[in-house]
Each structure stands twice: as structure tokens, then as C-alpha cells.
């Protein structure tokens, strides 16, 4: 069993920053892949960033690739996503969630464990 917990949420103006965290307990992140997603109110919840945890390698949406950016902390098993020149569209519940293996999949469906959201919101 994965539990999950988000920070760092928080309000922030147009072309801001954030930095979000997901601290992971119960067992390493090794052999997992890690996704963050977020969901607006009134819309479905939407893939933004993935991390293979083995490799390190990353993988973006285009509505966010450029400003954000996904890594790891192995010694702390955290997964942390650094979001720059916020838009006020970024504003959601930011989610992370694992699966076990080894493809970055940007279907929320398709993973196993869930942390409770962090709200972002970003004003104009």
C-alpha cells in the first residue's frame, strides 16, 4: 500500500511560481511511475506531468510543457512538480498519483493510489 500526501498549494498572481510536493509512505517510489493531474471545477480531471521513476525520464502536457517541471527525490521519496508563469487556466486541485510499472499512461483511470489534492489558485 502507497500513501500519498500533497503541499504546497497555495494563491499566487498571473506569471508566478509554485512548488508542489507528493511524499510518498508505505514504499519507495522505485518501479513505480508517479503522475501529477489536476482537475478544475465542472471539467474531468486532466494529465500534467509523469516521472518514470527508475529512469528519470519525464513527460509533459502541452498545455504546460516549457513552464513545468517534474522531479524526484529519491533519499526523501518525493515527487515534486515546480510550476512557473502560472496562468490563472492553471488553477485546479493539483493531484498526485502512482501505478506500478513502467509507462507514463495520462489516463487518471489507470492509476493505483491517489493523494488527497492541493488547491493551486492562480488570479489575473
Known amino acids: 500500500q502507497v500513501q500519498l500526501v500533497e503541499s504546497g498549494g497555495g494563491l499566487v498572481q498571473a506569471g508566478g511560481s509554485l512548488s508542489l510536493s507528493c511524499a510518498a509512505s508505505g514504499r519507495p517510489f522505485s518501479g513505480y511511475v508517479v503522475g501529477w493531474f489536476r482537475q478544475a471545477p465542472g471539467k474531468e480531471r486532466e494529465f500534467v506531468a509523469g516521472?518514470?521513476?527508475?529512469?528519470?525520464?519525464?513527460y509533459y502536457s502541452d498545455s504546460v510543457k516549457g513552464r513545468f517541471t517534474i522531479s524526484g527525490d529519491n533519499a526523501k521519496n518525493t515527487v515534486y512538480l515546480q510550476s512557473n508563469s502560472l496562468k490563472p487556466d492553471d488553477t485546479a486541485v493539483y493531484f498526485c498519483a502512482s501505478k506500478l510499472g513502467y509507462v507514463v499512461v495520462t489516463t487518471p483511470g489507470r492509476y493505483d493510489y491517489w493523494g488527497q489534492g492541493t488547491q493551486v489558485t492562480v488570479s489575473s
Open positions: 516521472i518514470r521513476w527508475n529512469t528519470g525520464s519525464t
